[in-house]
DNA sequence: GCGGCGTCTTGATACACGTCAAGACAAGCG
DNA sequence: CGCTTGTCTTGACGTGTATCAAGACGCCGC
């Protein structure tokens, strides 16, 4: 398996031969992966139950809904979206995630997961197994709170979606989705102001209850009132207070 | 402190002078609350951190927003509503919880809750001091699992709820919150075709992203098909079969 | 380079639900 | 009892977004 060319829009892969052999340690990652207070002792067990074998192309799954369930996982590089398919094959992306962020929680509920995970562009990906996870949470209170902690947020992000949906109009949907995109990218020392979307206009609108065309409307939309500057995925926020406003005040 | 009198609507509620003290032992929610195999040895230590001494009057909260998070709670009799305040004031009802069911969830993942809990009618809860819990799952793995899958499941009932609200008409929207009533009152081995409705229209509509007019409306409309027959609060599903086809189907 | 095929944009039209308004009904209280 | 207040229902109308349709753009293989 030969290293793929051409990672110059990945910051976050690290283009080392061996990459799948970094640790938590040294992973540049870990302060949004693992803020924790474990000892290098502890570390060193968690880096033992941890898999890096599994570099994702483009549209390529993770997992699917209803596979059994039995790892989380984080994403090392790239970008993957989360979505369920309803009963009547309509689908619903229920999330983006971004590198440093961890994804799979829903399928503890069942032993199954609850939703599908794709890549929206290739990507580097840390498996965590769930049983030894368990295992460890007992033996390391830090790390058992850490883990509740990352549901609970999964929890309370979902629940913005919700109030999202419910309450607020196609330009604040998107204006709140460009912000949350933009908040994650600093998280990782990279650019608040411009970015490239890994997800297509479809997922985009299929996230936030909207269809293609509205979605693209709003960022047409945007661009006029130059807040945004949008070159099909390629983004730059002008005017960050004005699409705060977007977002939230509007009525 | 004295029983308060007419329980007499509150199926779940134990008619019982010093009812606050019954155990997990012997609660008839234990199935739902605690589908564990855990030793009685076991269920007396989760009994000892368990709190039982908060009746709870209708519109009195369990819980604000922004409180400092230090228990999750099961509901024992009565019903409420979880809810958050936007930064411009309004408000998303985000749950609803019956007798058997947990909340609290949200607060974990920094320390703070994430929503408002508000008594829809006098209710009897279990306090849960979270700090107890934690040491508890250390030393019984089966209590963590549960935990976990607890919360995971908050995250797919969310997602679910996304996904309504994302995809689906005020007709679907409404049905689907008839059915996922119905259902849980079956599980508390209560009628699943009648039943009272703890919550205004006004917290059904915010709950589904709709407004009060049209939660009206499709009532009355379902009445008019016959699937519903509606007297304000009390429900009587007539036509299960025709509910359930308006809950998924219809496009 | 050229043709083909997604993805994205833009415009015209339709409709589901929101908004506004008024009346009906229920509950609490002097 | 009648008054008040809040909740619920029903109707008429307006609007934001979906739908339908067509064209523009970008990407890839040949």
Redesign the pocket.
Known sequence: MSVPPGQADSADFIPCAHDYQVSCGNCRLNAICLPLALESEDIDQLDRIIQRSKPLQKSQHLYRQADEFESVYAVRSGALKAYRTTDDGREQVTGFYFPGEILGFDGIGNNAHASSAKALETSAICEIPFSSLQKLSSLMPNLQRHFFQLMSREITEDQQLITLLSK????E?VAALMLSISTRNARRKLSATQFRLPM???DI?NYL?????????V??RMQKLSILR????EIEILDPAGLRHMANLSH
């Not at 607020?168 to 330009?171: E, K, L, M, R, V």
């Not at 209850?209 to 409307?217: I, W």
């Open positions: 607020n109009s196609a330009d949907r297509s206009r479809v609108g209850g909207l269809t293609v065309e509205t979605v693209s409307r960022f047409s949008v070159d099909n995925k």
